[in-house]
T-cell receptor, first 115, second 110 residues
Framework: DGGITQSPKYLFRKEGQNVTLSCEQNLNHDAMYWYRQDPGQGLRLIYYSQIVNDFQKGDIAEGYSVSREKKESFPLTVTSAQKNPTAFYLC??????????????FGDGTRLSIL | RKEVEQDPGPFNVPEGATVAFNCTYSNSASQSFFWYRQDCRKEPKLLMSVYSSGNEDGRFTAQLNRASQYISLLIRDSKLSDSATYLCVVNPSNAGKSTFGDGTTLTVKP
């Protein structure tokens, strides 16, 4: 089935450690996005990519990094510079520039906690 | 002022009630609009797109008012399973990032 796969479902980070969250899609979508959601809050955009080998900062990029070497993959690294990483991380994709009227589709998320 | 604003609620309604949510947006050039549903501790899922002429899907009706820059979602004959947070989403005209509202929480009670 086509879709977006995030892994792992749960992740624990030790202080000072970098961790990488995986996001893979087989929808042939050009655009991919990372969001953070804190309890009881809305989605906040971390990074997004409209095309392979290109990405832009969202509203809360500090302490995070991404890469987009392949169309189907958009991993997010939570670096040690992110002092409050505990949150629900959501990856999404959309067709992209080819059709701006299409919605985003989400993976089922990764819950990150500090040990 | 936020780009997309929703009444956070919560809306507490009895089963069978009709409930409506509004969402206002500030960018008059916005191109496309959607409603998503998010269950507790789950990812958002697309509920329906919102078209200029208004559209209906079963018990759900979405409307767009470009002049006043708001979209609405009407749920008729509420079910217990409708309890969730409803997010409105606005896409800009240049295929850039979408803007999500913070959501409106609905609880349907027996």
């Amino acid at each position: 089935d086509g879709g977006i796969t995030q892994s792992p479902k749960y992740l624990f980070r030790k202080e000072g450690q970098n961790v990488t969250l995986s996001c893979e899609q087989n929808l042939n979508h050009d655009a991919m996005y990372w969001y953070r959601q804190d309890p009881g809050q809305g989605l906040r955009l971390i990074y997004y990519s409209q095309i392979v080998n290109d990405f832009q900062k969202g509203d809360i990029a500090e302490g995070y990094s991404v890469s987009r070497e392949k169309k189907e993959s958009f991993p997010l690294t939570v670096t040690s510079a992110q002092k409050n990483p505990t949150a629900f991380y959501l990856c999404a994709s959309s067709i992209g520039r080819r059709n701006s009227n299409q919605p985003q589709h989400f993976g089922d998320g990764t819950r990150l906690s500090i040990l | 002022r936020k780009e997309v604003e929703q009444d956070p609620g919560p809306f507490n309604v009895p089963e069978g009630a009709t409930v409506a949510f509004n969402c206002t947006y500030s960018n008059s050039a916005s191109q496309s609009f959607f409603w998503y549903r998010q269950d507790c501790r789950k990812e958002p899922k697309l509920l329906m797109s919102v078209y200029s002429s208004g559209n209906e899907d079963g018990r759900f009706t979405a409307q767009l008012n470009r002049a006043s820059q708001y979209i609405s979602l009407l749920i008729r004959d509420s079910k217990l399973s409708d309890s969730a947070t409803y997010l409105c989403v606005v896409n800009p005209s240049n295929a850039g990032k979408s803007t999500f509202g913070d959501g409106t929480t609905l609880t349907v009670k027996p």
